[in-house]
């Protein structure tokens, strides 16, 4: 009998399994490939890892205006691959570690859900008091035509390439997407972004993402467009004005969203929509002692949010007090070349809300760090976002280099409701290009 | 007759300059040399376009383990030194700009001290309600014998070499010392640093600082020594043994420390001590017109201080609230390789002042973006401090990647007086070196 058994080892699973062993708990964690989940085999990390390998080769090029020359610079992605593999195997035996040290059982295979208080596993059935599902989500591949040839991968396949394709035409302008993206062309790859919707990277503030695509030099946006089909060698697809228009592609990404990961549940007799399981705000479903949490519940398909999920979910189950997930201060980073991140409403949002904001936005090249490592015709862009009345900070939106490492301080910003004059008074190092963040606090408001 | 006359136009002067005109006073801005001050000419600035540049040629060379092979990576100075200089060109420009748009008057020249309310420079006299002091501070050379030959030079020359040195003696090993060494130290320079302390980069954590002088690779480092002696090629010394000792130097940096500039301030009739002018923590003179900011005052030689100081100056003179400057939580940088960057208290300081703390260090190989980055064997520490009893975070350490650009987020944490349970529950997005300092807020604290 385990106080919880924790469907799934991703970044919501493996900490919720952690926390709660910490706890005192005794607990099963139940997973069927790999400890980690997607977030450490096969995106967050391995994506990580071969962006920053893509960043090491360009800049390796492109340092002569600095003093650095060089001379054959080679890019290898068996090489690169190698690297990726052991930053995931290392990673992979820190959490064995940590489930370890915080006395975790983990069993290997699949879970068969009989009821809310049992699991099956091989021939094992484990009882446990509550159930913390966080099985997550899987690529969705549209049901388009030519989309299940073996040159149409998803990003799990993708992350297994022997070698670089010529070309590749990318479906899908989301995270997922614009990450492989400029991966594959700062390495050489011709690549075409291909989206429905009139912009790519939905969560983004339109400015910044129009900026994007300008900065991911070499890839080519087909933005509102809708693919008919995928043949050999081609990608077949309406554009915005409905003209038929043609590719050429000898790969294609299929990035156009996930879905959550719900066969098997049946059993447990849980509400599941379109989006996931039906959780509250305090992330329990319909079925009392079953919680739900990361991309399994749809509501914030990121890693950071799946582990905050986890703290939530246990906290509330076994700590000393009820918490609510709150999703106003959940950060986002893109870390492709160049970054992005953000934190917080665009003015999109707000305007759809009806919450009056002022905005600001500073020009990246205004400040020394940046010029000092960019110079003044490099492009980057700071945002802050606060109540028309109230002044507090309610987004801070960020495209440039450190971008995905400063991020944090504005969901600090946010949690701790600070308002524009409050952040005025905080000391920025400098230089540094976090001191923007500052300015644009300043162009909201010049007064001392 | 000015509002506001400010002497000195470096982050401190030039910020007063910029704030009293957004204010619609009339301001004159007073500067002997170029705009900008120490940071913009010959400090900051121009030492982190160089570092950038070294670092820069570093990672062409050790590409190989993430799939990047160079040949023939060539550093030039030179080049390395004209992108600087178009760096600080650049910056130059931006803040003339800026006292334009804020209409403030500048006059070059060096300024001449009547009396409180009027200050000469060339033939004219201007007179003013207010004055400003952002005179900031020099080089101090120590009257050791050898130390006025041609190859002893200070900060100030070695912005200006034209070719890197075989060997480098640094005196001193405070962050001037410690930023060039890490320099010439990349670039192929074989360097040693002379402290008198015993250990170097005296506001860090001493278990960052040691850590901090292993991975300083190629730095040897003699602590506790007191220098005796600059002959034409070398440097002699006494060890902290007590024995005369020797070390060959075709260059020798003095950064021993900085002197405040109170040079001609002897009409104005002003309190000043040996750190600088006397100033209360509203930052004005015991002449009741008269404020001193950044480095002439000595509370505290950054130039984000001074540019702080400047916000609260001006807000005391012409603001609609009075500020007191607080500097618990001003944050430092160190920006070589590795960086280092902290804010708040160290344990030190905290035995010091009998305040009682908990602390917690983690390691940053534990952290999955530092991993894809620098591996399983790259050294990193970050390390967070609270009160035993509030458990309000009173300090944060980092060394390692990113540092200088994470640490705004702690500056904020302490400002807002966030608890180690309040930082618990910000999102910080992942995969990102940041992460750390949730982790180490966990280590102090594990319960939910």
Chains 1, 2 share one sequence.
């Not at 208080?117 to 099985?135: F, M, P, Q």
């Not at 479906?171 to 690549?191: D, H, L, Q």
């Not at 291909?194 to 991911?216: G, N, Q, T």
């Not at 995928?230 to 156009?256: C, N």
Request: with cysteine; proline share 4%.
């Amino acid at each position: 009998m385990y106080d919880l058994i924790v469907v799934g080892s991703g970044p919501g699973g493996y900490v919720a399994a952690e926390r709660a062993g910490a706890l005192g708990k005794k607990v099963l964690l139940i997973e069927k490939g790999n400890l980690g989940g997607v977030c450490t085999n096969r995106g967050c990390i391995p994506t990580k890892s071969l962006l920053n390998s893509a960043k090491t080769y360009k800049h390796a090029q492109e340092g002569a205006p600095f003093g650095v020359k060089t001379e054959n610079v080679v890019f290898s992605l068996a090489d690169a691959m190698a690297w990726k593999e052991e930053t995931v195997t290392t990673l992979r035996s820190g959490i064995e570690f940590l489930m370890k040290s915080n006395k975790v059982e983990t069993v290997t295979g699949e879970a068969q859900f009989i009821d809310p208080h049992h699991v099956k596993v091989g021939d094992t059935v484990y009882e446990g008091s509550y159930l913390i599902l966080a099985t997550g989500s899987s690529p969705f591949v549209p049901p388009i035509p030519g989309s299940k040839m073996e040159h149409v991968l998803t990003s799990d396949e993708i992350l297994e390439l022997k070698e670089a394709p010529s070309s590749l035409v990318v479906i899908g302008g989301g995270v997922i997407g614009i990450e492989f993206a400029s991966f594959f062309s700062m390495i050489g790859t011709k690549v075409t972004v291909i989206e429905m919707m009139s912009e790519i990277l939905p969560m983004m503030d339109a400015e910044f993402a129009k900026l994007m695509r300008r900065e991911l030099k070499g890839v080519d946006f087909h933005l509102g467009c809708k693919v008919e089909e995928v043949t050999k060698d081609a990608v077949l697809y309406t554009d915005a004005k409905g003209q038929k228009q043609s590719i050429e592609a000898s790969m294609v990404l299929m990035s156009v969203g996930r879905r959550p990961n719900t066969q098997g549940f049946e059993s447990l007799g849980l509400d599941i929509d379109r989006k996931g399981v039906v959780v509250n705000d305090r992330l329990q479903t319909n079925v009392a002692n079953i919680w739900a949490i990361g991309d399994v519940n749809g509501k914030s398909l990121l890693a950071h949010s799946a582990s905050r999920m986890a703290e939530v979910a246990v906290s509330n189950i076994f700590g000393s007090k009820q918490m609510h997930m709150r999703y106003n201060a959940i950060p986002w980073a893109v870390y492709g070349n160049p970054e992005a991140a953000g934190c917080g409403i665009t003015e999109k949002e707000a305007a759809d809300k009806g919450i009056p904001v002022l905005s600001q936005t500073v020009q990246m090249r205004a400040n020394g760090r940046f010029l000092a490592e960019h110079g003044k015709r490099a492009a980057g862009l700071v945002k802050v976002i606060c109540h028309k009345d109230s002044k507090a900070i309610l987004g801070v939106h960020l495209l440039g280099p450190y971008s995905s490492e400063m991020i944090w301080g504005a969901s600090a910003l946010i949690e701790a409701e600070l308002r524009v004059q409050d952040v005025k008074e905080i000391v920025f190092p400098h230089p540094s290009v976090s001191e923007l963040i500052k300015d644009a606090c300043f162009a909201l408001d010049h007064t001392l």
